[in-house]
């Protein structure tokens, strides 16, 4: 024996060596563990943009339509103002060309026919 230490016991440098080795590895695995959370978080914001502008160009479409919608009901329900107007107009008429009728039934009974 030896100034008190026992040769049979692994050198301390033999255990630092394994300890640093250890940490190093751990530290290499948490590096790549770590760049592909980093990697996978950057994609998900990538596609979470990309599917909020998808939406937001539909709610803008979908605005485009309502618009034009309501100008088109508006539109309508001018055009139904002077179908009503236009069918009171037909029913005077008409009930002026039976009057008429009526009138010349009234006059033809007495012409004689050939």
Known sequence: MTAGYDLSMPSPWLSLA???LAAAGATA???VRGLAAYRAAKRLVRETGEVVTGIDRSAAEIE??????????DELARALVRLRASHAQLDVLLGALAEVRSSLGRVTAFVPRK
């Open 18 to 20: 394994l300890s640093m």
């Open 29 to 31: 695995f948490a590096a």
């Open 64 to 73: 485009t339509r309502l618009t034009a919608g309501a100008e088109r009901s």
